[in-house]
């Protein structure tokens, strides 16, 4: 027993070392973008002789390529020999099935986008046959690139609703009448004529995702997002890691209920979930109908009278002091600090982020919901909570959000689950000492 745990240890510690080292130069070409021997050693706090031999490894199997030499001196006096990350070593698709469209976008390794395809569909078409379209738009990105499948390494499918991503079931479509139980990534690989990874998950845990990356990858303890458009949902982010549920459904917070009494119904069929009850269209609904003296007074008066009036003008009015527009967003504003009230005691997580609509209400939206929240009696004690909204630049196009953070989560397992094992075969023809 202890001969072999002995013949383990020498055989597999240096292995492991060595995929340590390759992960950590990976890394800092996924994060960088060009480096030289000397700039990666001193980043990784490696030898240059173990780097030149990782940086060889990596030229060997295309994941890195060389830059030339680089402008300044290095010690020595010779100009350093550049690298940089091989973005075109494989491709990524992410895709988002939404209702009446399916968006599609083909993705560098660094996750830059490369291409984006939007396809309507009739919304009420079934399952099997939104699948052949999601398999069209693949097709057709390929085509328009002049990509061949054997260059993909893997595609995310963001739907909506309660997923099982571990074994890649859609569950619980809510905005489709697919059925339920659905073996959407086993389905999907069956239509398509080859072979490749198929991730699939909820799309806001993927845009969770998205926003951890945006924060540098520098994972709170918790972190809780909370996306809302038209739908609703969430992500929990443990030490870096989405955190799934048994059954696929932690992060489903758009269906918390959050008032038993209200006639709200939700998409799910329940009445007063938290997604109903903060719909952008429960608010302007306050707005145009309240009592017309009312409002004759408010700034928002134009916008109502020519049928223009849209949520980002609510939100501007609020900023400005006006009471109606206050008035129709405070219930919002309410909704959010119940949830983060909830999610506060069932997790205690250390940030809230806010995202889709609600991430562009302002400083007046951010400032009330703050203080609110801080109002609750128990968190007087403690208060190590931060609520911000989202650090994700794309102007409102949240399908743009979602295939990013679905892009991140394949790049990510790309490197992670790289076959390393491969590579030694390659290392001992390289290296002149074996
Ligand atoms: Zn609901």
């Not at 009446?100 to 083909?106: L, T």
């Not at 390494?153 to 009448?177: F, M, T, W």
């Not at 707005?287 to 928002?300: C, H, M, N």
């Not at 909704?335 to 400083?363: K, M, S, W």
Request: net charge neutral.
């Amino acid at each position: 027993m202890s001969q072999m745990g002995e013949r383990i240890q020498t055989s597999n510690k240096p292995r492991n070392i060595r995929e340590h080292n390759l992960k950590l130069v990976l890394q800092l070409f996924r994060q960088q973008e060009i480096l030289s021997i000397h700039q990666i050693a001193q980043q990784a706090s490696l030898s240059k002789t173990t780097v030149t031999k990782v940086v060889s490894l990596l030229l060997a199997q295309g994941l890195v390529v060389s830059m030339g030499k680089g402008a300044s001196t290095e010690e020595g006096g010779k100009k350093p020999e550049l690298f940089a990350l091989n973005t075109e070593k494989a491709y990524i698709i992410s895709l988002s099935t939404g209702v009446g469209v399916i968006s599609g976008a083909v993705l560098d390794l660094k996750c830059r986008l490369l291409y984006r395809h939007d396809k309507a569909y009739d919304p009420g078409l079934n399952y099997p046959d939104t699948l052949e379209r999601v398999a069209e738009v693949i097709g057709e990105m390929l085509s328009a690139l002049s990509l061949s499948h054997r260059q993909i390494c893997g595609i995310a499918l963001g739907c909506d609703g309660v997923v099982d991503a571990e074994n890649g079931i859609l569950r619980y479509p809510i905005h489709h009448k697919w059925g339920k139980e659905l073996p959407i990534a086993e389905d999907l690989l069956r239509i398509l004529p080859y072979d490749v990874p198929i991730w699939v998950d909820n799309a806001c845990r993927f845009l969770g995702y998205a926003e951890l990356v945006a924060r540098g990858g520098a994972a709170q303890e918790c972190m809780v997002t909370v996306f809302s458009a038209g739908g609703t949902g969430g992500c929990i982010i443990q030490h870096g890691r989405i955190i799934k549920g048994s059954n696929g459904f932690v992060g489903e917070l758009g269906h918390f209920i959050l008032d038993t009494h209200s006639d709200v119904l939700c998409q799910c069929g329940n009445y007063g979930c938290f997604e109903a009850l903060v719909s952008p269209r429960q608010v302007l609904a306050r707005v145009r109908e309240a009592a017309p003296d009312k409002l004759a007074g408010s700034s928002l008066a134009p916008a109502v009278q020519a049928a223009a009036l849209s949520i980002d003008d609510v939100f501007a009015a609020a900023q400005e002091g006006d009471a109606l527009a206050r008035e129709a967003l405070d219930p919002v504003v309410g909704c959010f600090a119940a949830l983060i009230h909830n999610t506060i005691l069932l997790l205690d997580p250390q940030e809230i982020v806010i995202q889709g609509v609600y991430a562009r209400a302002g400083d007046y939206f951010l400032e009330r919901l703050r203080t609110q929240v801080r109002s609750f009696r128990f968190y007087k004690i403690k208060h190590k909570l931060d609520i911000s909204y989202s650090r994700l630049k794309s102007s409102g196009d949240y399908i743009a959000d979602f295939l990013l953070g679905g892009g991140y989560y394949v790049a990510e397992m790309f490197f992670s689950q790289y076959d390393f094992r491969a590579m030694e075969k390659l290392e001992t023809a390289i290296d002149p000492r074996q």
